[in-house]
């Protein structure tokens, strides 16, 4: 009996055995136990299946002790992309651990862009030490790139960037490419340029290679098609990238000649640590926190945000305190004060995270922000009347007084509307002024917050219930 090809070809197939995408904590303990009784080879061979960015995490994860004793015995296995993929708080420690010679040879595995992360935030003599190591062409494209502003396009662009002439075909840019031996290790596009060196369009690889040699470069050329400043700031070509989908965009500086080329790994790179940032922000830790920071350093961080928040609760206290008579009248006023308040802030803090991030996203602009503004104010206020009438009922069963369920009613309406209104105005107005609304907006909202929460419903039971 014949079998089908097909059925043959699918029992043939088989799953890997093993998922490297990850390391378990397994894994690690295997790791830390070869180092422990000195075993190279062992270490070697358990390394060797993990990526660079895995191995990166697990270096952030385990302490310092251990992290330099596997270094060291690790020694000329290091990767350069291990480096690359390093958090900036240990990147340091990590490079003065590593062998000189393991350090130049790793440097030189990597492209000009993860050359300049890597030593742009080193002082100057680490710098001098890196530089030092590599071929002369890449050390003047590196210092190159440092002379540009920190968080621009030439900070960010890679040197080693594949350019054809405009009246180049395809079989002249393919002989051309097999023919060179240092491309890029990964491309997308070749960039076309004019006989200044100036970007005129981009031809996909994929497209190259699907047409016949005759075909001339420029009837290939992408319909989207953007030139990147050198000062650019990399938050903008980040959002360049998302915004219109590109894979790869030609860098040129102040002449509009060609000299580097950002792809969309390094513009992710960015959007990520932006992303990261604001929600480090938005919750007052230090946009530099990270877990392998230790306690000194955390406690820095995070004091003067705690201090600020003092503050802001002293504030509310001294509003409460304009209320003492009231509250020792009525001792269900202590009992109530925190649901409005809590409620003021989660919503505030709703309209907040929206607001910042559509702000990030450049969604939010003066084009329509009033009406963002209105819908704010129309879900604050069907919000606070649902829960107004949740509330009423429940103050009125629990303490038997019908006029303290309409006290508390009308407060929750007005702190759910004032926290609509202050989600989406406060990091408005600092962006206006500007100040980074992820950096100072959360700060602000719950101070209206509670203030306007408790003044509505202390001042609101003084004249009622008094």
């Known amino acids: 009996m014949t079998q089908d090809p097909q059925e043959a070809v699918v029992e043939e197939v088989e799953p890997p055995e093993e998922d490297h995408l990850a390391f378990s904590r397994k894994d690690v303990a295997a790791i830390l136990y070869s180092v422990d009784v000195g075993d190279r080879e062992k270490l070697v061979e358990l390394m060797e299946p993990l990526h660079p960015a895995d191995i990166a995490d697990m270096l952030e994860q385990i302490n310092a002790f251990d992290r330099m004793r596997l270094i060291k015995l690790y020694d000329k296995e290091f990767d350069g992309e291990i480096l690359s993929e390093l958090d900036e708080s240990i990147r340091e420690d990590v490079i003065l651990a590593l062998h000189p010679e393991v350090l130049a040879d790793a440097v030189r595995e990597l492209d000009s862009d993860d050359v300049v992360d890597l030593i742009e935030d080193l002082d100057a003599a680490q710098q001098s030490a890196i530089l030092e190591v590599l071929e002369d062409s890449d050390r003047v494209a590196v210092e190159q790139s440092l002379t540009y502003p920190e968080y621009s396009a030439g900070r960010l662009m890679q040197r080693e960037v594949v350019m054809a002439p405009e009246h180049w075909n395809v079989g002249e840019a393919i002989d051309y490419l097999r023919a060179t031996d240092d491309l890029p290790e990964q491309f997308y596009h070749i960039v076309m340029v004019d006989p200044k060196l100036r970007p005129v369009g981009n031809v996909a690889l994929g497209r190259l290679m699907a047409s016949r040699r005759e075909i001339l470069l420029r ?46 790994d390094d513009a992710m790179n960015v959007l990520d640590e932006e992303h990261e940032e604001d929600i480090l922000r938005l919750a007052g830790v230090g946009e530099e926190s990270r877990l392998s920071d230790n306690t000194l350093e955390t406690v820095k961080q995070r004091l003067p945000w705690l201090a600020v928040n003092l503050l802001t609760a002293v504030l509310a206290s001294l509003v409460i305190a304009q209320f003492e008579d009231v509250i020792g009248a009525v001792v269900a006023l202590a009992v109530l004060m925190p649901i409005v308040a809590s409620m003021g802030g989660n919503a505030g803090t709703q309209a907040l995270t929206v607001a910042v991030r559509s702000l990030a996203t450049r969604d939010l602009t003066s084009s329509n922000v009033w009406r963002i503004i209105g819908r704010e104010l129309t879900v604050g206020l069907v919000n606070g009347v649902c829960f107004a009438v949740v509330m009423g009922v429940l103050a009125l069963f629990w303490f038997g007084s019908p006029v303290l369920g309409v006290v508390i009613a009308s407060a ?55």
């Open 219 to 264: 009837s290939l050329i992408e319909d989207t098609f953007h030139v990147i400043p050198v000062t650019r700031p990399e938050a903008e070509v980040a959002y360049a990238f998302n915004q219109y989908h590109l894979i790869s965009a030609p860098v040129v500086d102040e002449s509009e000649r060609l000299v580097g080329v950002i792809t969309i």
């Open 412 to 466: 929750m309406v007005i702190n759910l509307v004032v926290a609509g209104l202050a989600g989406i105005g406060v990091p408005v107005v600092l962006e206006r002024f500007g100040v980074d609304p992820a950096l100072a907006s959360g700060t602000f909202v719950t101070t209206v917050t509670d203030v306007v929460g408790f003044f509505a419903f202390l001042g609101l039971a003084s004249a009622v219930l008094l």
